[in-house]
């Protein structure tokens, strides 16, 4: 029963967040949360139709160099005190098993599965949140302490997928079922599958999944055979040789990055280091369309950052010259040169 | 299995013709095929004598089935076939019918059969007894599924598991190659005892259940093998089982049950039953294999109930060496990261802290002991335990410091070992403007950063000598004004000396922190000492580092109007 008023009203109250989030004003986008849930609003649209979107544009606002990563961090944290401002209110007591949620090591975006942790609580599970970047270790002692029905990892960059699977298995040898989740296993999900895992697209389908003992327990084997090629163990291995030749190469073709600063050179090192690690990662999951998709995703980034796209277009050429004798790699590299467009020559 | 009257040598399964042992001269009979040379000349090959020695014994039929030849092997198997009557009446099932026949089971042996076209319409009958190296294959092939059962058993139960999951874990193994009804009793503590059942599901994973019964409430024969008996009368512990509501879908009559102990350090740490339908019953290899499998549960329960024991152990000891949260204190917001270096553990020798002071200010520190993991964490209690008490005493940090070190060293001199520290202490005074005063002390530890309101990261500075070492050390003190919105960092050297860079050889240093800090003048303390937790976790090449620990004071300005109560953490959380 969604009527023309609520409907204003609803947009009227994202607006605002977004404005409360943008100006930093924890109190203020605290006050809009909990003023929907006073007006009758169940906790979990407020989760779900107001605070993920709000943070989804918050990324976006980044990308387009709109925002500083500054801004995007203090968002990111009202947007966590907001969903414990939320999930307060909404306390329930828990019915069911303990499930535990946690990020994968090196993983920092830790709203999304925190928004599948309250999701879950409200609908009764007993559930410990083990925040961002959790090591293998830590969530192994935790689950030789406390018996966990399931547990749920999220992975948001695609760049994690050999750590992710480490995890998986880390979780597989307690015993203890696990769902995953986040943009990392890709939009359908196809590269959970490659690992052997069961995914969930959003919060609602991971608790219904969680739900479902027998969905949680059939999962399908790991496609991982192509491994046997050795491509993603050798890349990784020459992981900084690579990065030293690129920056070489770039050095030599646009002579700019000559008088870069340090903070300049920082994160030029650490884009090429970035797109080794997406290179190996596609490699792992034997999907090329990780890689161009990534490439797809840097361009526009680089570009609102005054970085010009033939710069990737040559990374991408050096790369691919020196790993000739990694039919995969190689492959992936061509194709995602050919979306970057005319390569070749130096910088004006 | 004995031989029979037939002259059957089951040895090697050969079937050896009656007098054709040795090579007779009998006349028109066989001729030896091999003459010695010059002798007389190699005669033609004499068939009846060389399929005498052949395994497969013959039978041939002419074109319409009726049987002209028996060899004697296939007398021996076959004696209901005789030369000039039909295969087809000879009654031997298979036999006539066209095609191969391996399974032919008749008169006890195992046969292999096939048929061969000869020339004319008449036809070859190739019958072979396969009885020992069938039977053989099927003990190879039975005792390689044991192997791989056991393997597989001890693939899941050999990593270490909640004892919870290791039971129902040994329950599920069970099902469906031991049982289809496996109950795993663990012995009862304080008078009760929890089990596991695991039942088979048609294509399906089994499905577990599990309970608890009042110790004097299990089947007596449960409670007898708990104590160390086997029991032995095998009906009573189907009724039993029966009664105990444990065998859905198996009638008692037409069940066989067993029961094994699992082994423990004194009495069973456990017992396993198991039951399927008689005509399944256990045999011999399947009680031995019943009891490796016992074995190699018990151990998985018993290293399981250990580990979970002492996760327990340095989970409270832990919780005791983790840093405290800071106090609320008026005007300021508190943000706090910590990373210990051996993250299986938790802890470290990094430590921060806040207590309150009677005249509304707080003291508050950040500190490094040398060192890491248990060691250090132990030191980083006993400092913290000497600022708690002492505060109350001095709360002017120069002074107090001072007062730490003399501590440090005189625990040093009694154990005749000890450790030094790294520390800044220092008190926070609101004041009504909404800025805040600092006042801090060094003791050897990296000199503070202030992010000013404009944006800009200023090093604050303080010195000082390392405390615990000598008596009456320099100590470094300094005053900072932080107006609302600005924010004071003190980080450990886990940060700057993170290893990083695209060989993992740079440190991250106080330039990158700084660069990295400049511009977030607008951030809440907390998201900001994430911040310096998540870039120096980035900058890391690889996975090690030393203890990570962040506190970051910000002048929030006026009192908060702030009047929703947050939980710093969400409910029933407690990592």
């Known amino acids: 029963m969604i009527d023309e008023t609520t409907r204003a009203g609803w947009a009227g109250a994202y607006a605002g967040y977004l404005d409360s989030l943008a100006a930093a004003d924890e109190y203020a986008a605290i006050d809009a949360a909990v003023g929907l849930l006073d007006g009758g609003v169940p906790a979990e649209r407020v989760l779900l139709d107001l605070v993920a979107p709000a943070q989804a544009e918050v990324g976006e606002r980044w990308a387009r160099n709109e925002w500083s990563v500054a801004q995007e961090h203090a968002a990111t944290h009202i947007s966590e005190r907001v969903v414990a401002a939320v999930a307060g209110r909404a306390a329930a007591r828990p019915t069911r098993g303990r499930v535990v949620v946690a990020c994968m090591d090196g993983e920092w975006h830790a709203l999304p599965p925190r928004l599948v942790a309250e999701v879950l609580r409200l609908r009764g599970w007993q559930v410990t949140f083990l925040g961002a970047s959790v090591p293998p270790a830590h969530l192994v002692s935790y689950l030789h302490r406390h018996d966990a029905y399931a547990v749920a990892l999220a992975c948001a960059l695609p760049m994690r997928l050999p750590q992710a699977h480490h995890m ?5 040898r307690a015993d203890v079922p696990v769902v995953v989740g986040g943009r990392g296993f890709a939009a359908d999900g196809r590269w959970a599958r490659r690992l052997g895992v069961a995914w969930a697209p959003d919060a609602p389908s991971a608790a219904d999944l969680v739900a479902d003992e027998r969905a949680l327990s059939r999962v399908p084997a790991a496609q991982l055979d192509h491994l046997a090629d050795d491509e993603y163990a050798g890349l990784v291995k020459r ?5 030293d030749g690129a920056l070489a190469d770039l050095r030599d073709r646009a002579p700019a990055t000559r008088a870069y600063t340090p903070a300049q050179l920082d994160a030029t090192v650490s884009d090429l280091g970035y797109i080794v ?25 680089l570009t609102s950052r005054k970085v010009p796209a033939a710069v990737l277009g040559w990374t991408l050429e050096h790369y691919g010259r020196v790993l000739h004798d990694f039919p995969r790699a190689a492959r992936y590299l061509d194709r995602s040169r050919a979306l970057v467009g005319g390569t070749g020559g130096r910088a004006a | 299995m004995a031989a029979d009257a037939r002259g059957v040598d089951p040895g090697d399964g050969r079937v050896r013709a009656p007098g054709t042992g040795r090579v007779s001269g009998r006349p028109g009979g066989a001729r030896p095929l091999a003459q010695r040379a010059g002798d007389r000349p190699p005669a033609a090959a004499d068939w009846s004598e060389v399929v005498a020695h052949l395994r497969e014994g013959l039978v041939v039929c002419d074109a319409d089935e009726v049987v002209q030849h028996v060899s004697p092997v296939a007398q021996q198997l076959l004696p209901e076939v005789v030369p000039g009557r039909p295969l087809g009446a000879a009654g ?18 195992r046969l292999a059969v096939r048929r061969a076209p000869l020339a004319g319409g008449r036809c070859c009958w190739y019958v072979e007894d396969v009885t020992e190296s069938a039977g053989r294959a099927e003990a190879l092939v039975a005792e390689r599924a044991r192997a791989a059962f056991l393997a597989r058993a001890g693939e899941k139960l050999g990593n270490p598991l909640h004892p919870d999951r290791a039971a129902a874990a040994v329950a599920r193994l069970a099902v469906p190659t031991l049982a289809d009804v496996a109950v795993l009793v663990l012995a009862p503590r304080a008078g009760r005892a929890r089990w596991w059942r695991a039942v088979r599901a048609a294509d399906e994973a089994p499905v577990v259940d599990a309970g608890v019964l009042p110790g004097g409430d299990l089947p007596p024969a449960i409670g007898e093998a708990l104590a160390g008996a086997q029991p032995h009368a095998l009906d009573w512990l189907v009724q039993q089982a029966a009664e105990a509501g444990w065998l859905p879908g198996l009638a008692p009559e037409a069940t066989d049950v067993r029961v094994v102990p699992l082994p423990g350090v004194e009495a069973p740490a456990g017992v396993l039953l198991v039951a399927r339908p008689a005509d399944r019953w256990y045999d011999e290899a399947d009680v031995d294999l019943l ?34 949260e800071p106090v609320e204190t008026a005007g300021v917001e508190w943000g706090t990261a910590y990373r210990p270096a051996v993250t299986g553990l938790r802890i470290g020798g990094d430590f921060y ?53 003399d501590a440090l060293l005189e625990t040093t001199q009694a154990h005749g070992q000890g450790r030094f520290a790294t520390l800044v202490l220092g008190v926070v005074r609101p004041h009504r403007d909404g800025g805040l005063t600092l006042t801090m002390a060094g003791g050897g530890h990296l000199p503070p950063l202030v992010l000013r309101a404009g944006g800009e990261v200023e090093t604050v500075p303080l010195r000082g000598m390392l405390i615990g070492v000598v008596p009456d050390p320099r100590i470094g003190e300094v005053t900072v004004r932080l107006a609302p919105g600005e924010t004071c960092v003190l980080y450990s050297d886990g940060v700057t000396e993170a290893r990083g860079g695209p060989r993992g050889e ?9 660069d990295a800090l400049t511009g977030c003048h607008r951030m809440p ?42 939980p710093a953490r969400g409910p029933g959380e407690s990592a």
């Not at chain 1, 992981?239 to 990065?243: D, F, K, P, V, Y």
């Not at chain 2, 031997?92 to 042996?109: N, S």
């Not at chain 2, 499998?293 to 152990?313: G, K, N, P, T």
């Not at chain 2, 740079?506 to 700084?514: A, E, I, K, N, S």
């Open chain 2, 525 to 566: 303390a907390p998201a900001l000492a994430e911040r310096i937790e998540q870039v120096t976790c980035d900058w890391l090449t690889h996975d090690d580092h030393d203890d990570i620990a962040v506190l970051a004071l910000r002048a929030v300005g006026r009192t908060p109007r702030h009047l929703h109560a947050v």
């Open chain 2, 92 to 109: 031997v099932p298979g036999l006539g019918a066209a095609g191969d026949l391996a399974g032919l089971v008749h008169r006890g042996r």
């Open chain 2, 353 to 405: 802290g806040a207590h309150r002071l009677a005249d509304g200010g707080s003291l508050f520190f950040l500190g490094d002991v040398a060192g890491k993991g248990v060691d250090a964490a132990v030191f980083t209690g006993q400092l913290r335990q000497s600022l708690q008490a002492l505060h109350r005493v001095e709360s002017r940090p120069g002074p107090l410091l001072g007062l730490v070190n």
């Open chain 1, 239 to 243: 992981r900084a040789e690579l990065i």
């Open chain 2, 506 to 514: 740079d440190q991250f240093g106080g330039r990158r922190l700084v």
């Open chain 1, 277 to 301: 690690d997406f290179l190996a990662a596609a490699l792992y999951v034997d999907d090329g369309s990780l890689f161009t998709e990534f490439v797809q995703w840097l361009l526009p980034v």
């Open chain 2, 291 to 324: 009891r490796a499998f016992a074995a190699r549960a018990s151990a998985a329960l018993i290293a399981a109930a250990l580990y979970r024991d002492q996760a327990e152990v340095a989970d409270m000891l832990q919780a005791s060496l983790l840093p405290v």
């Open chain 1, 168 to 172: 998986i298995e880390v979780c597989r």
